[in-house]
């Protein structure tokens, strides 16, 4: 069931989002001071492309203060928006019986773009 309820996300627009967060971390890996969060881009980027079947989890090893540090730039410099527009999305999709499953996952990327530093994202 999860490899065709993945399917179904990728042709209603997983394939899209997927693709921003590549581009938005490849344009933030250019700079040295940005490759920590191009990084972070890349993992939101990777769970945005196969979502179902996956967690996000807080990491044993989260790297402590530097992770706290590095979520609070990350939400001033654009992450409140990005998991506002994943709320947004999963709110409009939950209006809908058959859009529940897919707003479930909109909302699990919201947490995540929310403050990505110090989570993993592990198979179930």
Same mark, same amino acid.
């Given at each position: 069931m999860k490899p065709f309820m993945?399917?179904? &996300?990728?042709?209603?627009?997983?394939?899209?989002v *997927?693709?921003?967060?590549?581009? @938005? @971390?490849?344009?933030m890996m250019i700079t040295i001071i940005g490759i920590p =969060?191009? +990084?972070?881009?890349l993992k939101i980027g990777m769970l945005?492309? &196969?979502?179902?079947?996956?967690?996000? $989890? !807080? @990491?044993?090893?989260?790297g402590g203060c530097l992770s706290i540090v590095m979520n609070i730039l990350w939400l001033f410099l654009?992450?409140? &928006? +990005?998991?506002? @527009? $994943?709320? *947004?999305w999963g709110v409009l999709l939950c209006i809908t019986i058959i859009g529940i499953?897919?707003?479930m996952q $909109? =909302?699990?990327? *919201?947490?995540? *773009?929310? !403050?990505?530093f110090g989570k993993e994202i592990v198979d179930i």
């Open positions: 993945n399917i179904l &996300w990728l042709l209603f627009g997983g394939v899209f *997927a693709c921003e967060y590549l581009v @938005s @971390s490849l344009l =969060f191009g +990084i972070q881009t945005a492309l &196969w979502p179902f079947g996956k967690e996000v $989890h !807080t @990491s044993p090893d989260s654009g992450g409140i &928006w +990005i998991s506002l @527009s $994943h709320l *947004a499953p897919f707003g $909109h =909302f699990k990327l *919201a947490g995540l *773009a929310l !403050t990505p």
